[in-house]
């Protein structure tokens, strides 16, 4: 994809000041942006110059909505000011399966929510994972200036370009091409490290090169819809803790290195498996709809799984939900409710639905906690998720840091 200057340009959207500013107005409205300094920063950073195009899911294709296109120039123009995430960078594996988002502008209300969280005093070194477009690197630069702001991603091509924008609006941060699960060694230590990948660990170069009091800010995934933004302080040379915040957040995977993620290959789904038939008096759709039971539960079975409906049927609607893992692995529970029983199937190496089962009363025992109420702690030995104390351990992440 690529676009002219004249149509990158700032004159690209003549009124994009008022547009911005509506930004912010909305994004305060919405309570994601409340102090000043994040305010100003937003009205001051014409998102448009990051994100001369991006992409859209349209008949089952991704298209590119560019300023260069006049077909896509008004569509593009009013999506680059709206409070909404903007897919910038795709591949496809080698399979030739559907395209993977490799990088995204994310929504900019997630972003000033997190720039708050992060709580920066002026003279505050920031390192970002995840430069993207460069526009969260604008932002940091807006508020804290270019010597304090570090940021690295692991596409070179990404970077590059970053950083001519940035160059552009006079920004000149550190930028650096590199798997940021490894930190900046070299620009140590820094007093926040705010990632806007997801991470299944927090990496430990983030809690060594974070100085002490520091904060670390990442989004805990450890699969599809399973995990949140957790806010960490470095307590000692090698321990950081915080809770779990209370909103929601979604971000793409951190890939080790440049191109395509990794894509699992499922077992075929094999009808000469045994199958173990059990009730429960839990409706599957629960552990599902709550975010804290399911990560959890995709702790207890790997960040790798499908969840779907079966026997999906344009009359009746689906009668089962399913759960599947890479290994062959399947539950299906029935929707329909007999004398206040729904059957569990399960076959394959693991008891699914038993995990699921058993995530779940944990979180009741625990006394049904919401994210707020759930902690992490990194240390070298281990990273351990907590409710209300750390000795209160309930889960281990065990994911590649
Ligand atoms: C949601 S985008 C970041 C958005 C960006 N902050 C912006 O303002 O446009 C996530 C980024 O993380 C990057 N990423 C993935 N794995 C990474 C890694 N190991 N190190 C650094 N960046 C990584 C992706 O290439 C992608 O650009």
């Known amino acids: 994809?690529?676009?002219?200057?004249?149509?990158?340009?700032?004159?690209?959207?003549?009124?994009?000041?008022?547009?911005?500013?509506?930004?912010?107005?909305?994004?305060?409205?919405?309570?994601?942006?409340?102090?000043?300094?994040?305010?100003?920063?937003?009205?001051?950073?014409?998102?448009?110059?990051?994100?001369?195009?991006?992409y859209v899911r349209r008949d089952g294709r991704m298209v590119a909505v560019t300023a260069a296109d006049p077909a896509t120039r008004t569509e593009w123009s009013e999506q680059v000011y709206a409070n909404t995430a903007l897919v910038t960078k795709i591949g496809q594996d080698e399979a030739g399966g559907p395209p993977m988002f490799l990088s995204s502008s994310s929504t900019p209300g997630l972003m000033?929510?997190?720039?708050?969280?992060?709580?920066?005093?002026?003279?505050?070194?920031?390192?970002?994972?995840?430069?993207?477009?460069?526009?969260?690197?604008?932002?940091?630069?807006?508020?804290?200036g270019d010597e304090q702001v570090f940021s690295v991603d692991v596409e070179p091509d990404l970077v590059d370009t970053a950083r001519a924008r940035l160059a552009e609006l006079g920004y000149r941060p550190t930028l650096v091409a590199g798997d940021g699960a490894?930190?900046?060694?070299?620009?140590?230590?820094?007093?926040?490290?705010i990632a806007t990948c997801s991470v299944p660990a927090i990496p430990l170069p983030w809690v060594?090169?974070?100085?002490?009091?520091?904060?670390?800010?990442?989004?805990v995934r450890v699969g599809l819809a399973a995990g949140n933004l957790v806010r960490l302080t470095r307590t000692a040379p090698d321990r950081a803790e915080g809770m779990f915040d209370a909103g929601q957040a979604a971000f793409m995977e951190l890939r080790h290195a440049p191109g395509a993620g990794e894509r699992m290959s499922y077992a075929r789904r094999s009808d000469d498996l045994p199958v173990t038939r059990s009730v429960t008096t839990l409706d599957p759709r629960t552990p599902w709809s709550n975010p804290v039971v399911w990560f959890?539960?995709?702790?207890?079975?790997?960040?790798?799984?499908?969840?779907?409906?079966?026997?999906?049927?344009?009359?009746?609607?689906?009668?089962?939900?399913?759960?599947?893992?890479?290994d062959g692995s399947r539950a299906e529970i029935t929707l329909a409710v007999i004398d206040g029983e729904h059957i569990v199937a399960e076959s394959g190496p693991v008891r699914l639905w038993q995990h699921l089962e058993h995530a779940?009363?944990?979180?009741?025992?625990?006394?049904?906690?919401?994210?707020?109420?759930?902690?992490?702690?990194?240390?070298?030995?281990?990273?351990?998720?907590?409710?209300?104390?750390?000795?209160?351990?309930?889960?281990?992440?065990?994911?590649?840091?």
């Open 182 to 193: 490894a930190g900046l060694v070299a620009h140590a230590p820094f007093d926040r490290v």
């Open 1 to 54: 994809m690529t676009t002219s200057s004249n149509a990158t340009g700032l004159h690209a959207v003549v009124d994009w000041p008022v547009r911005a500013a509506a930004l912010a107005e909305e994004l305060a409205a919405v309570g994601k942006l409340a102090s000043a300094a994040w305010r100003a920063a937003v009205e001051s950073v014409p998102r448009h110059m990051f994100v001369p195009s991006f």
């Open 360 to 401: 779940h009363r944990q979180w009741e025992q625990a006394g049904r906690p919401s994210w707020p109420r759930l902690g992490l702690t990194v240390t070298t030995d281990h990273q351990s998720v907590y409710v209300d104390e750390p000795g209160n351990r309930l889960a281990v992440l065990t994911g590649r840091q």
């Open 296 to 326: 959890l539960t995709a702790l207890r079975i790997g960040g790798h799984y499908r969840l779907g409906y079966a026997g999906v049927d344009s009359r009746n609607g689906p009668d089962a939900v399913s759960i599947t893992t890479p």
């Open 112 to 144: 000033t929510r997190m720039l708050e969280a992060l709580d920066v005093r002026d003279g505050a070194r920031v390192l970002e994972i995840g430069t993207g477009t460069g526009y969260h690197a604008a932002l940091l630069c807006h508020r804290l």
């Open 208 to 219: 060594e090169q974070t100085r002490s009091g520091g904060v670390i800010l990442a989004d």
